[in-house]
Structure formats: structure tokens, C-alpha cells
């Protein structure tokens, strides 16, 4: 971190970072450096903007389960592909606190609660506003997905305190026609203008591994830089592929590929969380450590995710554990400082247990 004499020039360098107009050559160019040179350069990057050895940490819900209208390609969660999910209607406000409770208690310092819809209905607007406002009043970070939102919708939902709208992009605008018919990338970039108008951080993100050619994901990455401001949070999904969706046979992503994207993420947005989002459960740790170093810096943590598994959260805190990393203080809700003290020294005291049982469970492996 800059001493004080330096703060000025450091602030200005950083600000300098901060581009909106990367061409599709420049991000091209940045895919084909050598592995090496570009994980040193999104180290640097990370360096200049984070504490390179905090990991944000978040825990989702699926408050809406499955019969959604729209036809993603990936998405297990579609009313167009049998793939044998269990569909449940909106939970009961009770039933979100007690589990957003459980995440905080666990080391989640903002939960995520996601909706299968195309767009919220106006009744239901109502109940998930009284969601958030009882999930913050925990002291929790806010996040929810509903679908499409419009200005309206957005600003009350603003209103109720939500901290984050989580609105994907997914994938290029041209092979975007490949994997979704029932809404379009400009309907995509209007929630997430309805979003930052209303005053919401935005999370934004999307999914490799859909059989996507490297210029897509190139692509991918070019839309999310030129959103101005940068969304906060850019998680960058795996594929998970589920049984009786279109894409449950498409070809395996390179990890090394996921790893370039990651890096070439933290570079394009250097002060954006880059979240190490769905896929974990399927990588090994070595691609998840190459990931951190490549500049992720945000997991989705707990047993599940919506409606796919995990690592267990046993594993996470053995894994930070080894690799020396811990959850980032929050970023917002000042004051609460005895609160946070109280975490760390719960997850530090966790994770001298966790780093044991690591070492004990890797001796049993040997
Ligand atoms: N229905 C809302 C929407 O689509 O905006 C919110 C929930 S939706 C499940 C949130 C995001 O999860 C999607 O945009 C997609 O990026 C991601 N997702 C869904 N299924 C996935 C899968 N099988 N593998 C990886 N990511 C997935
Ligand atoms: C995001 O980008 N990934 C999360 C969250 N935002 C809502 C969802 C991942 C879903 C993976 C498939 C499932 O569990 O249903
Ligand atoms: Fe519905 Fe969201 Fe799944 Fe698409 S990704 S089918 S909108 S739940």
C-alpha cells in the first residue's frame, strides 16, 4: 500500500487503469501472451487495486426454484428441458433469514438469493423486498437475481436496501443466439442500465465452457469493460452441466482457458471483485490456487449453489487454509467493526482447525 507522500501519483495510476474502450485486438492480444507473462501482469494489477490474499466470500439461495419461462441452454432451473428438478415456489420470508443466518454464521459476509423468473410479478416484488430488508438487518451484504428488472422495479428494490443485482451476460453478443432465444443482449444491458440508475452495485458476469471459440470469450469480457462503472462483481461461471439440458454433452473447457479468462478479466476491470463463480466442484485446488493468483478474488461458499453442488465448505476453509487466504472484510456497513473482529477471529481459529484436518485428511491420501 502507498505511504502517504505517494497516495496522490498512486491514485492517479490507479484511476489510469481504468479503461472502458478495450478494442477486441487488445483483448486478443492479452489471451495470447504467454501463460506466465500474463498471470504476472494480472498479479500486478491485482496488487495495485487488493489485499491479494483476501477472498470475498458469499453464500447463495435459491428462493425460486425451476418452471422458468425462458430456454438458457445451460440452465437446469428452464420449463423447456426435463432435466428431473424438484420445483418449489417462492420460500417464506422465515425460511430465507434462517438460512441468510446460518451462511453469516458459517463466515458468509453477503448472501445471495436467486429466482427462477424471467421478471419479478408485482406481488412477489413486495415479499423479496421484505427479504432483503430482513437479511440486511442481520448485517448481511445484499444480492438478488430475479431476471429482467425495469427502472421501476429496480429503484424499489433499491429502496429496500439491496445492495447488489446480479444480471448475467453470459456469453458474446454473436454466439449469444446460440444458448438463449426468449430474451436478447440489449434486453440484458437494460436491466443492467435499470440497475446502476437506481443506485445498485451491479454483478454481472457469464459462463465458459458453453462451446464458445476464444473470441467469444474475448468478446464476453470486452461488454462487461465497457459498462461504465465497471461492475462490482464479475463472476465468471464454469459450466455445470446438468442431464437434460441441450448443453449436458458439450466438449470440456481447457481449465488453463478458464485461467486466461480470469486473468484477462482482473486486468480489463482491476477494481472489480472477479468471483470464481459455478464449476468449482468439478476443479481440482491446483486450478481453483491458479485462479486466485490469476486475480479472482470472490467465491460463492456453502454445500450448494442454487440448485447444483458445492465444495463443502469443510474443504473451502482447508483450502484458504493452505493457501493462506482470508475473507475480506465487508465493504460496507462502517461501525460494525467488533462484529468483523468477532468473524476473523471465528474463521482464523477455523482455520488453524482447518489447516490440521488438511494436513491430516492429505496424509490419509499419501
Ligand atoms: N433467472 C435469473 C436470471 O437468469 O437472470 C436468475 C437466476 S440464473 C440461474 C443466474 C445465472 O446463473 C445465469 O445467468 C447463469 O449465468 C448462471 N447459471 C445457470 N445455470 C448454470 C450452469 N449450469 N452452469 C453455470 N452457470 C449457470
Ligand atoms: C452467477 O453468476 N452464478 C450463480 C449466481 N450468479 C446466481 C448461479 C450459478 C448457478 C449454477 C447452476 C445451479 O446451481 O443451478
Ligand atoms: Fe430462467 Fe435464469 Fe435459468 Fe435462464 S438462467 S432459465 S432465466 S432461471
Not at 7 to 12: E, F, L
Not at 28 to 45: C, G, I, M, S, W
Not at 196 to 214: D, Q, T
Request: with cysteine; glycine share 6%; net charge negative.
Amino acid at each position: 500500500m502507498p505511504d502517504a507522500q505517494h497516495a496522490n501519483t498512486y491514485d492517479v495510476s490507479r484511476q489510469a487503469m481504468i479503461r472502458h474502450d478495450w478494442s477486441l485486438a487488445e483483448i486478443e492480444a492479452l489471451f495470447a501472451l504467454p501463460f506466465n507473462d500474463l498471470l504476472f501482469r494480472a498479479q500486478q494489477v491485482h496488487r495495485a487495486h487488493f489485499d491479494a490474499n483476501a477472498v470475498q466470500v458469499s453464500t447463495l439461495l435459491s428462493i425460486k426454484t425451476g418452471a422458468c419461462p425462458e430456454d438458457c441452454k445451460y440452465c437446469p432451473q428452464s420449463g423447456h428441458y426435463a432435466t428431473g428438478l424438484d420445483k418449489e415456489k417462492l420460500l417464506e420470508i422465515e425460511k430465507v433469514v434462517a438460512q441468510a443466518k446460518a451462511a453469516q454464521e458459517a463466515g458468509a459476509s453477503r448472501f445471495c438469493m436467486g429466482a427462477a423468473w424471467r421478471s419479478p410479478r408485482e406481488k412477489d416484488l413486495t415479499v423479496v423486498m421484505e427479504m432483503v430488508r430482513q437479511v440486511k438487518a442481520l448485517g448481511l451484504e445484499t444480492c438478488m437475481t430475479l431476471g429482467m428488472v425495469d427502472a421501476d422495479q429496480a429503484s424499489r428494490l433499491a429502496e429496500a436496501g439491496l445492495d447488489y443485482y446480479n444480471h448475467n451476460l453470459d456469453t458474446s453478443p454473436e454466439y449469444y443466439g446460440e444458448i438463449i432465444t426468449t430474451r436478447t443482449y440489449a434486453d440484458r444491458l437494460e436491466t443492467l442500465a435499470n440497475v446502476r440508475e437506481a443506485g445498485m452495485k451491479v454483478c454481472s458476469g457469464g459462463i465458459l465452457g458453453m462451446g464458445e471459440a476464444p473470441r467469444d470469450r474475448a468478446a464476453l469480457l470486452q461488454q462487461l469493460a465497457r459498462l461504465d462503472p465497471h461492475p462490482e462483481s464479475v463472476p465468471i461461471n464454469m459450466l455445470v452441466k446438468v442431464p437434460g439440458t441441450p448443453l449436458e454433452d458439450v466438449e470440456d473447457l481447457d481449465p488453463i482457458e478458464l485461467i486466461r479468462a480470469i486473468a484477462v478479466a482482473r486486468i480489463l476491470m482491476p477494481a472489480s471483485h472477479v468471483r470464481l463463480s459455478a464449476g468449482r466442484e468439478q476443479m481440482n485446488e491446483s486450478t481453483q490456487a491458479l485462479a486466485f493468483l490469476a486475480g479472482a478474488n470472490s467465491i460463492f461458499y456453502g454445500d450448494k449453489l442454487l440448485t447444483t453442488g458445492n465444495p463443502q465448505a469443510a474443504r473451502d476453509k482447508a483450502l484458504f487454509a493452505k493457501l493462506g487466504l482470508h475473507p475480506e472484510r465487508r465493504s460496507t456497513c462502517h461501525g460494525d467493526d467488533a462484529q468483523q473482529a468477532a468473524l476473523e477471529t471465528a474463521v482464523a481459529h477455523q482455520s488453524q482447525q482447518a489447516r490440521s484436518a488438511a494436513l491430516a485428511y492429505d496424509a490419509t491420501q499419501a
